[in-house]
């Protein structure tokens, strides 16, 4: 068993949002099955944390959730800032397994155990716009990270792993109430995406506090998922 991550898929099967239109994203639904049947065995387990579907509403998202029900492995989505069909994780759980797709978590508030190993995350928050900062929403966030994080721990996991969708780091600036808090638990690793194109130049690769941050976004790694454990 192995575990992967790969963030951002911008899946648009239900909705008329293509990615073809940006450079790099030529064809790469065909590029991110090819990749992931060739890497991925039905007993692995695959990390999505954010921006996994364009639709806007739990239904049109379907044909995307049945997209990668079809791909090996089970998987865990993580809620992004693109991810508007969203609802509640029960709501979520019910519309999925009723459309007979089981292969298929959510994280939220909660954690999932891979070996002997904690899947933790949440969406976090970015400080890309200065003028929408919400200091409620970022609240929000650095308690559902730690939610997820207190849950492994009360669940006795001595090792975990941070999935966020927006970079903790970026260029100079930090999300100390994230990096605080991941540090807090121990975490020694996290990854994050939502960066794309010229903006990867400024993630964030390396190790801080004793965390190491990589970026996971989709076309950043060529559509390859990546192998945790």
Not at 60 to 74: H, I, Q, S, T, Y
Not at 170 to 185: A, D, F, M, S
Request: hydrophobic fraction near 40%; aromatic fraction near 14%.
């Amino acid at each position: 068993m192995s575990l992967f991550v790969i963030a951002d898929l911008h899946l648009s099967f239900g909705v008329k949002k293509p990615m073809d239109i940006f450079g790099g994203w030529e064809n790469y639904t065909e590029l991110l099955r090819d990749n992931w049947i060739n890497l991925v065995n039905n007993d692995d387990t695959v990390v999505i944390p954010g921006d996994f579907s364009w639709a806007m509403k739990i239904e049109e998202a379907l044909p995307d959730f049945k997209f990668v029900d079809a791909l090996p492995g089970k998987k865990i989505l993580i809620k992004g800032n693109h991810d508007f069909w969203w609802t509640t994780l029960k709501k979520n759980t019910d519309f999925v397994k009723a459309n007979g797709i089981f292969s298929i978590s959510f994280l939220q508030n909660n954690h999932f155990v891979y070996e002997d190993t904690a899947v933790c995350g949440a969406r976090g928050w970015f400080f890309e716009d200065a003028d929408n900062f919400s200091e409620r929403v970022a609240a929000r966030e650095v308690t559902r990270l730690d939610l997820s994080l207190s849950s492994a721990q009360n669940g006795g996991a001595e090792n975990k792993l941070a999935f966020l969708h927006f970079p903790p780091i970026y260029k100079n600036r930090i999300c100390n109430e994230i990096v605080n808090t991941l540090r807090r638990y121990n975490v020694k690793r996290c990854f994050y995406g939502h960066l794309h194109g010229h903006a990867t130049a400024g993630a964030f690769n390396g190790e801080l506090n004793g965390t190491e941050y990589r970026l996971v976004s989709a076309d950043y790694l060529k559509f390859v998922p990546l192998k945790v454990l």
